[in-house]
């Protein structure tokens, strides 16, 4: 069913989304919304219902942060942008994915080897289904300066650079909460990953490289994070008591 799966309040003015097939955060406060991330094109109606369970007004988005720019995290953005002035930032590195300059994403050629594993199939034609190969790429998306940005949420950001998923993908880290927002560098489940609930790569066919992404989530570690929100997959926590 084309509904949200759960959705976690992280800390005041955050709430995780598990969308469908991917997973966005809505931060929230002093009359605005911004978001990260925003999951496939037809997930839009969820993204405007996720931002009334968080107690907000989807009419104050104001602006849309982007790990990465694959499909089923720009989502509806280029539509929120043309129709409703919504800006759309992402990493510099990562800016020419998000226009659609060049695409680094999987295609159905890289998924034949494993178009027989089970699950597989299906997954892409919900991935289809979903928006996957539409035009989803926002001309207009704009470059997020520096290493951190402030939230007219009154939150801030931390920009992590992890490239490898893709050339510019970067986590997001919320030092209130100690927060860090992954996207695909770090999931916690996928339809084509066995296991769900710990922290683990997408396979090898989704990384632009995977050499460069195995590094990045190892460099990972080295951040402070009291819980986990990634871009596929259930949130993870981490109790102060529980870290060494
Ligand atoms: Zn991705």
Redesign the pocket.
Known sequence: MHSIRSTTRVAPGILFVEGPL?NWTVFHGGGAVELVDCGYPVDRPLVEESIRLAGADPADLKRILI??G?S??LGASAQFAGERGVVVAAAPAELPNVRRDVTE??TVADLLPSALKRGTVRWAIAAVRAGGLGDVGVRDAVALEGDAVALSTGHTLRLVPSPG??SG?VCFFEPESRALLT??AIVTGHPLLRESGELQQ?PAF?QHDADEAALSARRLVLCDAAVVLP?HGPVIAFPADARP
Do not use: E
Request: no cysteine; net charge negative; charged share 10%.
């Open positions: 991917s790990t990465h694959h089923d995290h994403q999987v998923h893709t993908s996207g695909d997408l989704f871009g």
